[in-house]
């Protein structure tokens, strides 16, 4: 074999290992300020849907059991992920905070955090993440759109596109040009109610 195509190899192999080295030592440095991160923003977001909370304390999920839950109500495609306790200053459980995601947003997934009372009220959602268009599905960030949830109660929410959600708890109106945003997010919430429904049942 030619000695320069050895020498390459040799040099290629070298600057292999030096880079996975390298990258390795990158993600070591940044993973822990990157999960400090994420850790914050999810805090702020359970405070922001739960703000008479005085702490959330993480629970332990069964996904099969959420999965049972999601498909008896028709909202298999969601994702619950995670589930924490709501618990005000005296220790007392007041309900709970859900992070879901549904894949069908117009750009994608959108995550949310979702808090549901104990009495099934829904105080309202923040976005976790979205991709959705600029001026038309990104609306469903904004507080005109959440105000179809807040302080809201119903079994399911449904999304209308005639104007009658200020009259209706149950009825969501669509954000006008963007009905998937507003049925994705909808559902969204809708899991989480049904699973905060099923979690009543079971004390």
Same mark, same amino acid.
């Given at each position: 074999? *030619?000695?320069?195509?050895?020498?390459?190899?040799?040099?290629?192999?070298?600057?292999?290992?030096?880079?996975?080295?390298? $990258?390795?030592?990158?993600? #070591? !440095?940044?993973?822990?300020?990157?999960?400090? %991160? %994420? +850790?914050?923003?999810?805090?702020?977001?359970?405070?922001?849907?739960?703000?008479?909370?005085?702490?959330? %304390?993480?629970?332990?999920?069964? =996904?099969?059991?959420?999965?049972?839950?999601?498909?008896? *109500?028709? $909202?298999? %495609?969601?994702?619950?992920?995670?589930?924490? =306790?709501?618990?005000?200053?005296?220790? *007392?459980?007041? @309900?709970?905070?859900?992070?879901?995601? #549904?894949?069908? @947003?117009?750009?994608?997934?959108?995550?949310?955090? !979702?808090?549901?009372?104990?009495? @099934?009220?829904?105080?309202?959602? /923040?976005? $976790?993440?979205?991709? /959705?268009? &600029? @001026?038309?599905?990104?609306? &469903?960030?904004?507080?005109?759109?959440?105000?179809?949830?807040?302080?809201?109660? &119903?079994?399911?929410? +449904?999304?209308?596109?005639?104007?009658?959600?200020? #009259?209706?708890?149950?009825?969501?109106?669509?954000?006008?040009?963007?009905?998937?945003?507003?049925?994705?997010?909808?559902?969204?919430? #809708?899991?989480?109610?049904?699973? &905060?429904?099923? $979690?009543?049942?079971? +004390?």
């Amino acid at each position: 074999m *030619n000695k320069s195509i050895i020498s390459d190899c040799i040099k290629l192999c070298v600057i292999t290992v030096i880079a996975g080295f390298l $990258l390795g030592l990158v993600y #070591n !440095v940044t993973k822990a300020p990157i999960a400090a %991160q %994420q +850790e914050k923003t999810k805090q702020e977001a359970y405070k922001a849907v739960f703000e008479d909370a005085a702490e959330f %304390q993480a629970m332990d999920i069964d =996904e099969k059991d959420i999965s049972k839950v999601l498909d008896e *109500n028709g $909202l298999g %495609q969601n994702t619950i992920t995670e589930i924490a =306790e709501a618990v005000d200053k005296d220790g *007392n459980v007041i @309900g709970h905070v859900f992070s879901v995601t #549904n894949p069908e @947003g117009y750009g994608g997934d959108i995550s949310l955090s !979702v808090g549901v009372r104990s009495d @099934g009220t829904v105080n309202g959602y /923040e976005t $976790l993440s979205i991709s /959705e268009t &600029a @001026g038309l599905g990104m609306k &469903a960030t904004e507080d005109e759109f959440k105000s179809n949830f807040k302080n809201k109660k &119903a079994d399911t929410f +449904e999304v209308v596109k005639d104007g009658s959600g200020a #009259n209706d708890d149950a009825k969501v109106d669509a954000i006008s040009g963007a009905t998937i945003t507003s049925r994705a997010v909808t559902s969204g919430v #809708n899991s989480c109610v049904a699973y &905060a429904n099923s $979690l009543k049942g079971g +004390e």
